[in-house]
């Protein structure tokens, strides 16, 4: 089974929505020239893709590509981390129902992944019983930060504790609306900058003590885990050395090696220091679909991979990211 694990949606519900209250969410459909695009106040703009509206060209989409079903996750420009608690508390109630829909109208084909109120910790927890326990998600996606506060702050961490406790796998990405300083150039914003912001949150996370602390949190990175796998020898070599990162007890690779990563690499090579890195249970097969940086032949990066066994790449390929959602 082919499941791909890091597929966005943005159910056409919550379009109307967010048009009805552009005083609030800052967030307007841009029809002109005869393109249909989401425009943000910040400057970002990008395609409504036909397959983020509708679970029907979301399936079309997925047989097109030779793929059995997908974790759906609301596009991470959806989180709205500035606007007033509760009112985002309100929109993402909204946004998880809508996307529990989305996937009820093909649920051996697609299982939903929901998103949390992050800038209220007591909201988040409210939100992500509900979801385990009345809309049967056992998957969330967040911001890789809460507009600028680190995941590791201690007023997160009965978040992370209560998804650990339940057992949700929580999918972090990184998100943006418009360049970031020092990135205008190129599309680094997207092309460094994302990977960047993966990397400086997990060793966040192991150095701040949550992964430690958490021993049963289940934390996926997104893009094949940034920067970091590269850098996993430093972090351990600061570790030794460094008196500022004498945080932990346990090794930061130890620690690494407890995250899962998605294979977008964009290169064979790549996931397979990757895969022999974390071993073939860490590892989920990962699109992006449908934005541009998306890996849309994601099955070729993973057949390119040398030496990978039938059962690697069975468990790389569905049955992990099954397994953790609830299948």
């Not at 051996?108 to 809309?135: C, F, K, Y």
């Not at 504790?161 to 914003?189: C, D, N």
Request: with cysteine; charged share 25%; net charge negative.
């Amino acid at each position: 089974m082919i499941v791909d694990a890091h597929n966005h949606v943005m159910p056409e519900a919550i379009i109307r929505h967010l048009e009805s209250r552009e005083d609030l969410f800052g967030v307007r459909v841009d029809r002109a020239e005869g393109a249909t695009r989401l425009a943000h106040r910040e400057g970002f703009a990008y395609p409504l893709f036909e397959e983020f509206l509708t679970p029907e060209r979301k399936i079309e989409a997925l047989d097109r590509r030779g793929i059995d079903a997908a974790i759906i996750s609301p596009s991470p420009t959806l989180f709205f981390y500035r606007v007033p608690p509760q009112a985002e508390a309100e929109f993402v109630r909204r946004l998880n129902d809508e996307i529990a829909t989305f996937a009820a109208a093909a649920p051996e084909r697609l299982r939903p992944m929901g998103t949390l109120p992050m800038q209220s910790p007591d909201a988040a927890v409210a939100e992500i019983e509900r979801i385990v326990s009345d809309l049967h998600m056992r998957a969330v996606m967040i911001g890789c930060h809460i507009d600028g506060a680190a995941l590791s702050e201690s007023k997160f961490r009965p978040v992370l504790r209560r998804a650990a406790e339940l057992g949700v796998l929580i999918l972090t990405h990184p998100y943006y609306f418009g360049t970031k300083a020092g990135f205008e150039k190129y599309y680094l914003t997207n092309l460094a900058g994302n990977p960047l912001d993966t990397a400086i949150m997990a060793a966040d996370l192991i150095f701040g003590g949550v992964m430690e602390e958490l021993p049963d949190l289940k934390v996926a990175l997104s893009h094949g885990g940034g920067f970091l796998p590269y850098q996993i020898g430093r972090l351990v070599h600061g570790w030794k050395v460094r008196r500022e990162a004498q945080t932990i007890a346990t090794s930061p690779k130890e620690l690494f090696r407890r995250f899962y990563f998605d294979t977008i690499t964009h290169d064979a090579g790549a996931l397979a220091y990757l895969i022999d890195l974390v071993g073939p249970d860490h590892l989920l097969l990962g699109t992006d679909i449908p934005f541009d940086m998306a890996d849309e032949t994601a099955l070729d990066t993973l057949d390119a991979v040398p030496g990978l066994s039938a059962d690697a790449r069975a468990r790389i390929a569905g049955r992990n990211a099954w397994g953790l959602t609830g299948g």
